[in-house]
């Protein structure tokens, strides 16, 4: 029944904005936590950005911060990364991630993956 559906990626150039939205079926967005995870071609998966509900933290990479914004829609159950700035490193496959009863400072990422939308930033 759970279902996260991650859209919203494209190519775009260096400066440019996406948003990518996450839309999430089967779940509540109470005692939850919420985020997004990138990998690039012969890199580490890494944590870009989380919200939780479930003890109300929060994290931002460092190499994102000030660029990058999630957000939550309660009614349309949806959740987003607003990327703004960007840069040809940020190139990556971008996955939403959802788990419920965990922070942000947990392993939230052995929760529900939606199946990842690739952003391409060209220099």
């Known amino acids: 029944e759970v279902k996260l559906v991650d859209s919203g990626g494209g190519l775009v150039q260096a400066g440019g904005s996406l948003r990518l939205s996450c839309a999430a079926s089967g779940l509540t967005f109470d005692d939850i936590a919420m985020g997004w995870f990138r990998q690039a071609p012969g890199k580490e998966r890494e944590a870009v950005s989380c919200?939780?509900?479930?003890?109300?933290?929060?994290y931002t990479a460092g190499s994102v911060a000030g660029r990058f914004t999630i957000s939550i829609d309660n009614v349309k159950k949806t959740f987003y990364l607003q990327m703004n700035s960007l840069r040809p490193e940020d190139t990556a496959v971008y996955y939403c991630v959802a788990r419920r009863g965990f922070g942000c400072y947990e392993n939230y990422q052995n929760g529900y993956w939606g199946q990842g939308t690739q952003v391409t930033v060209s220099s």
């Open positions: 919200i939780s509900t479930s003890d109300g933290s929060f």
